[in-house]
């Protein structure tokens, strides 16, 4: 009852909604990086939303099946085959024992989702299935997968109306992406020409660009002094701009407090935009208010349960 | 509490600040209004993350928004005053000071014209406030060293330095929770285990206690890590009293 790798891919790990509740104590959330991808994927095999999976990033894994069960991907488009098949995302697949599972090459976004019915038997650490890569915990022995690595799956099994479990895939790639964010909590220690600039301009992300965060380059963004606080928390999404004037957006596996100032949060309900960035992508920054932030995360839980319900 | 702001930090996050400086009375309000905040046990809070003069409040949008959590905090500010907040906790951490657990000892005691004996006297005098956690799992921002024993970072970081490691870095003290690179001179080793992650409390030190140091030499060192890796070791800890230095 397991998959074995037969090829890691660029960077798998196992993620699930993160581990919460010790930030306070230095450690990262983690999790992973476009969650609403990975509750899509769940709902499609009969999960919980929050059951861990696993995070492709650009070069998927090869992995075997040594027991059937059934998969769904999500998120970015890494080109799958079963078998030398290929695979469509977002809809429910019957795996038997036997068969391969490969990705091909990065076609859209930067990251697929795999989830597999039951889940996978990884242990819990702090709450939590996730990999956190700096501290070594988490996930499958507190690393990235590797070749020969054998995961278990915890129950697996074929959900009702398999056949439907399908929804259009989510994920458009655009020529550039409008992230919504929320203002603050320093953006009082820029000039109103620097978020101007912030507003106004596409960034596009450079090669720097990880599960801890992503690099921008674009036109420099003015501080009033320079971009040097009392270190303070970071919140996912928090879009921290240095003395330089480049943003980075603090990712799934960010440090839990940090002393740059953060001119702006993406909301929640773009995450599933962020997750997806790679090198080259362009993006406009878009203000909201804290209302209409929290009022589309409400909006993307309902769809969620809509789907839930659907299926 | 006017001077108090709340800071927008996403949609599901709020700053609560206390002020804009590092010192232990604007560290004190966070601590307290921390604790107030946990004792209220308001529906919808995630997790609270209390740094030097702030405290991030996580908290679920799909049990309270933002204005009515807003509201809900600057309620429990204005109560603040009548809530009994306990004195901190004075965590007791002993360390194998020089030799191969502390290979910098030396040097800082030269640095600073002292005898290593002087900078193990002077660093084993101080409770030193746990401003804050970051960086890695249980990594202590902590205040109070003496100028005294300041000694600049390493040239060359060290790739390697094991869990337990106290080191000194500018005016700054710290242990190291985990194995990880840094260029910190290392004066000495703990065997507790500040970070542990298959332990019911994975993480020993809270932000708003505090640290004191004491020496122990090669023998209790062995005796402590032995009931560390038995999971039977309890670190020593007491209420701090008033006013101490």
């Known amino acids: 009852m397991s998959i074995t790798v037969l090829n890691p891919g660029l960077l798998t790990t196992v993620q699930d909604m993160g581990r919460v509740g010790y930030q306070q104590f230095g ?37 075997r099946f040594d027991a059937a069960n059934t998969i769904a991907l999500t998120g970015g488009d890494l080109m799958a085959t079963l078998d030398g098949q290929s695979l469509p995302t977002y809809r429910a697949i019957a795996v038997q024992a036997g068969q391969t599972l490969r990705f091909q090459a990065p076609k859209t976004g930067c990251r697929t989702y795999i989830a597999f019915t ?47 479990r399908y929804i259009y895939p989510e994920f458009i790639p655009r020529p550039v992406y409008t992230i919504r964010v929320v203002m603050g909590p320093q953006d009082d220690a820029f000039t109103q020409q620097g978020i101007a600039t912030f507003l106004g301009e596409t960034y596009s992300v450079t ?37 330089e004037g480049k943003p980075i957006i603090m ?4 440090q839990t407090t940090g002393g740059y100032t953060k001119i702006a949060n993406v ?36 769809a969620l349960r809509t789907l839930r319900r659907a299926l | 509490m006017a001077d108090v702001r709340f800071l927008l930090s996403g949609d599901s996050s709020v700053t609560v600040e206390f002020g804009n400086e590092i010192s232990p009375a604007v560290n004190a309000r966070v601590r307290a209004f921390t604790i107030a905040l946990e004792e209220r046990k308001l529906p919808g809070i995630v997790e609270v ?7 991030m409040v996580h908290y679920d949008p799909g049990v309270i928004r933002y204005d009515p959590l807003v509201k809900e905090l600057k309620g429990l500010l204005g109560q603040l005053s009548h809530i009994q907040i306990p004195p901190s906790d004075v965590l007791e951490i002993p360390v194998l000071y020089g030799g191969e657990a502390g290979p910098d000892l030396n040097f800082v005691a030269e640095h600073n014209h002292k ?53 000194i870095a500018g005016s700054q003290t710290g242990v190291y929770p985990i194995d990880s690179p840094g260029g910190w001179q290392l004066i000495g080793k703990t065997p507790v285990r500040m970070y542990d992650p298959d332990r019911a409390e994975p993480i020993l030190p809270k932000a708003g206690e505090y640290i004191k140091f004491y020496a122990i030499d090669q023998k209790e060192f062995d005796a ?22």
């Open chain 1, 27 to 63: 450690v990262s959330v983690s999790g992973v990086m476009d969650p609403r991808a990975a509750a899509t994927a769940n709902i499609l095999v009969g999960n919980p939303e929050d059951e861990a999976v696993l995070e492709c990033t650009m070069l998927g894994p090869q992995l």
């Open chain 2, 115 to 167: 005898t290593p004996e002087e900078v193990v006297k002077i660093h084993t005098s101080t409770e030193y406030l746990i401003y804050m956690l970051g960086f890695t799992p249980g990594f202590t921002y902590l205040g109070g060293m003496s100028e005294e024993i300041a000694a600049p970072r390493l040239k060359q970081p060290r790739v390697k330095i094991p869990a337990g490691s106290v080191g």
């Open chain 1, 251 to 254: 990712m799934a596996d960010r």
């Open chain 1, 267 to 302: 909301i929640s309900a773009d995450f599933r935009l962020l997750g997806q960035l790679k090198a080259g992508d362009k993006v406009k920054f878009e203000k909201v208010s804290i209302q209409e932030a929290q009022q589309a995360l409400l909006n993307q839980r309902a």
């Open chain 2, 49 to 55: 993350v209390p740094t030097y003069r702030s405290l």
């Open chain 1, 207 to 243: 090669n720097e660009f990880d599960r801890m965060g992503c690099r921008m380059d674009g036109p420099v963004i003015q501080h009033v002094t320079d971009g040097n606080i009392i270190s303070d928390g970071i919140a996912f999404g928090a879009i921290q701009v240095p003395t």
């Open chain 1, 118 to 164: 039951g889940g996978l038997d990884i242990p819990e650490v702090m709450g939590s299935r996730s990999t956190y890569l700096k501290a070594k915990i988490g996930g499958f022995q507190g690393r990235k997968l590797e070749k020969g690595d054998v995961i278990g799956f915890r129950a697996p099994g074929t959900p009702k109306n398999l056949n439907e």
């Open chain 2, 224 to 245: 402590i890590a032995a009931q560390e890796a038995a999971g039977a070791y309890v670190c020593k800890r007491h209420p701090r009293k008033e006013g101490a230095q």
